[in-house]
């Protein structure tokens, strides 16, 4: 049973930044990919940073912002979200194995992979 929990959410300020975590416990080792997704109201659910083999893709929204990066033996994956806009506000999740390449496949179903039950980012100008 795969299990993923987010956690480092929360409100910040316009330019102000945030670190996300996600801990994966379970059949980790089976994971091709991990990534972190985001949802705001009423919108789709969007690719934001994902990872493969230690290679990174990113959306172009948050390129030059964010940074995703894993901890493989801690099973842990991180996103590091600097000069946080407004329109970054969402719920964001980790998952495992949904999509690869987010800049390639721009949107996820959570029907596709593991999903962590997500982690709130409100950004306020």
């Known amino acids: 049973q795969v299990q993923l929990v987010e956690s480092g959410g929360g409100s910040v300020q316009a330019g102000e930044s945030l670190r996300l975590s996600c801990a994966a416990s379970?059949?980790?080792?089976?994971?091709?990919?991990m990534g972190w997704f985001r949802q705001a109201p009423g919108k789709g659910r969007e690719g934001v940073a994902a990872i493969e083999n230690g290679t990174p893709t990113y959306a172009d929204s948050v390129k030059g912002r964010f940074t995703i990066s894993q901890d493989i033996a801690k099973n842990t994956l991180f996103l590091q979200m600097n000069s946080l806009k407004p329109e970054d506000t969402a719920m964001y999740y980790c998952?495992?194995?949904?999509?690869?390449?987010?800049?390639?496949?721009?949107?996820?179903?959570?029907?596709?992979?593991?999903w962590g039950q997500g982690t709130q980012v409100t950004v306020s100008s």
């Open positions: 998952a495992a194995d949904a999509v690869c390449d987010v800049a390639a496949v721009p949107t996820a179903s959570p029907a596709e992979g593991y």
């Open positions: 379970g059949n980790t080792y089976s994971f091709i990919c």
